[in-house]
T-cell receptor, first 115, second 115 residues
């Protein structure tokens, strides 16, 4: 069975600072994918970034990067130069490396950016 | 950019009534999913659907739930006799399964309130 753990229920960060959201995972699968989603107060789920377990380089998408440490089973999200619009709930998630595999979500971290 | 759409955005129904939540996945996607999120909790997998049949379902997806792809574009979730505990945000997602990321794109959600 797969499990995602997010130990930070809430975080406050000053605008323009970088922030790291922690995520650890557990799986017996050899091949898997790791995701981060953003959920603003309006409720939709916005895909941010993906990392495959066989990818040797950390994934980056604009201001988002995923710090993937396979041996430690961690997949932290780093947001550089935070903006007020980054205030939202952030979910770490994973699935097995197959086309129809369900995504398992963590409990989320609520990020609040201070002006 | 293509997106997953869901209707209605909010549905209020009385306990015991049947509801149908509708989704239009991205047009060239082959894999479809339903997830739910009870207020303040994490997102939970309900069911995945491929090639006109259920690929996997969770223990939440009991006999009260059913899914259907009635035509080439819609994907529906039916709850036969709603209970108070079915109140949640329901997300539809779709994936093409071929990009190598198995990224799932989520719709904006339908907020179901059972009274």
């Amino acid at each position: 069975a797969q499990k995602i753990t997010q130990t930070q229920p809430g975080m406050f960060v000053q605008e323009k600072e970088a922030v790291t959201l922690d995520c650890t995972y557990d799986t017996s699968d050899q091949s898997y994918g790791l995701f981060w989603y953003k959920q603003p107060s309006s409720g939709e789920m916005i895909f941010l970034i993906y990392q495959g377990s066989y990818d040797e380089q950390n994934a980056t998408e604009g201001r988002y990067s995923l710090n993937f440490q396979k041996a430690r089973k961690s997949a932290n999200l780093v947001i550089s130069a935070s903006q007020l619009g980054d205030s939202a709930m952030y979910f770490c998630a994973m699935n097995s490396y197959s086309s129809a595999s369900k995504i398992i979500f963590g409990s989320g971290t609520r990020l609040s950016i201070r002006p | 950019e293509p997106e997953v759409t869901q209707t209605p955005s909010h549905q209020v129904t009385q306990m015991g009534q049947e509801v149908i939540l509708r989704c239009v996945p991205i047009s060239n996607h082959l894999y479809f999913y339903w997830y739910r999120q009870i207020l303040g909790q994490k997102v939970e997998f309900l069911v995945s659907f491929y090639n006109n049949e259920i690929s996997e379902k969770s223990e939440i997806f009991d006999d009260q739930f059913s899914v259907e792809r009635p035509d080439g574009s819609n994907f529906t979730l039916k709850i036969r006799s709603t209970k108070l505990e079915d109140s949640a945000m329901y997300f539809c997602a779709s994936s093409d399964g071929d990009r190598g990321t198995y990224e799932q794109y989520f719709g904006p959600g339908t907020r179901l309130t059972v009274t």
